[in-house]
């Protein structure tokens, strides 16, 4: 029996080379697709894939595919999203959405006991401890996509069932390591970052990506969501998980033992590792990578971040240790400065300044629901548009 597979994000960067893998094993059946707003290239995998129901957030776009595709359905909106991931009656959902709209479907799935890739990072940097909570309770898989989350899981080596995964391996693994590869901006100063482009940001060195994760590697935003990441999926405290610059990413992460010794994860930067890693696990398959050549390589090279030029990192490790609805905060601020940055409303430094006011503004409240999140989130989202405004 093929493992049953809804993908939500189909046609961005992530979904597309999950499809790519799912083209070479006959392991894994497509049972459903969603995406923001691409209804031609979504209905065009539909029917290729012959899956009968797709999602559409955006309403419109949702309109014309039903017009153009009449061998299926099309749902529309959150809700439309939600019922597709409760009714694909899939055993393992990818969620590939862009920000914190992927945090609903992500506990839709886990609440519906569904096992989850998760390549939305911010369901985890929002809603982490529910999540991690939500999991737990109902026995779901919690399989990371995220490069260095997935080298992470490989090394820990056992289901990253968060909580108890920190709990039976407290004892032999002490310390976790975050790589990141500097992004496009790496060695620049303050004043040297002041006036670079939408377009220098978006050219990353070693990963290809969407506009926004692109964005928050330049920022170095990136990794400090990833921080929080790691937090919950390892139930691992924030003083024992560390950030290190390696600009040519063939580490992907590394974990010290209590013993001395350290376990790193590498291989040349392709996303194909991780997604395959987290739609087959705990099987592995081939995937049409080049082996690694380490003397062809040459050199490994690491620095220490930069926080003064890269605020955005100290920001997360401080909405981290505040917890409750602070780094919902800081999430929902960085989507907003990242999206005004791209429409060239906003500074590159700007992104960090805004960040930083709506997390002094906001500060924390202790989170006991979603709906306190789905607040905290619009909240931020309001405050951080006027700082955006307050600039210009
Ligand atoms: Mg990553």
């Known amino acids: ?215 928050d590697s330049a920022t170095l935003m990136n990794k400090g969501l990833e921080l929080i990441e790691a937090h919950h999926l390892f139930g691992f405290s924030y003083d024992r998980i560390d950030v290190v610059v390696h600009p040519q990413s063939i580490i992907h992460g590394m974990v010290t033992l209590c013993d001395g010794a350290a376990l790193a994860h590498m291989g040349y930067p392709d996303m194909r590792v991780p997604i395959a890693y987290a739609l087959h696990y705990p099987d592995r398959v081939d995937v049409p990578v080049p082996a690694l050549d380490l003397a062809a390589i040459g050199q490994l090279d690491f620095a220490p971040v930069d926080t003064q030029a890269f605020a955005c990192l100290d920001l997360a490790r401080a909405a981290a240790r505040a917890g409750g609805t602070a780094p919902c905060v800081l999430n929902a601020a960085n989507e907003v400065a990242v999206h005004a940055f791209l429409s060239e409303r906003l500074p590159f430094l700007g992104i960090a300044a805004v960040i930083q006011e709506a997390l002094d503004e906001l500060g924390s409240q202790p989170v006991h629901s979603f709906d306190a999140l789905y607040d905290a989130d619009r909240e931020a989202r309001r405050v951080t548009e006027e700082a955006v405004l307050a600039r210009a």
């Open 1 to 215: 029996m093929p493992k049953r597979l809804l993908i939500l994000g189909s046609t961005g960067s992530i979904g597309t080379q999950a499809l790519d893998i799912v083209s070479r094993s006959a392991e894994l059946e497509v049972v459903g697709l969603s995406a923001a707003n691409s209804w031609e290239l979504l209905v065009e995998q539909a029917s290729t894939l012959g899956v009968g129901r797709v999602a559409l957030s955006d309403a419109s776009a949702a309109a014309r595919a039903s017009e153009q595709w009449i061998d299926g359905e099309v749902l529309t909106g959150p809700e439309g999203l939600i019922e597709l991931v409760v009714s694909s009656g899939a055993d393992l959902v990818l969620n590939a959405l862009v920000g914190s709209a992927g945090l609903g479907p992500t506990v839709s799935a886990l609440a519906e006991g569904i096992d989850l890739a998760l390549a939305n990072k911010e369901s985890l940097v929002v809603g982490g401890e529910l999540v991690a909570a939500l999991a737990e309770a109902t026995g779901a898989r919690l399989i990371p996509v995220d490069s260095e989350h997935s080298a992470l899981h490989q090394l820990i080596g056992i289901e990253a069932a968060p909580v108890a995964t920190g709990a039976t391996r407290a004892g032999t693994v002490d310390r976790l390591l975050l790589t990141a590869s500097g992004g496009p901006f790496r060695g620049h100063t303050v004043e040297q970052l002041r006036d670079v482009t939408v377009a220098q940001a978006l050219v990353h060195p070693t990963w290809s990506m969407g506009a926004k994760i692109t964005v």
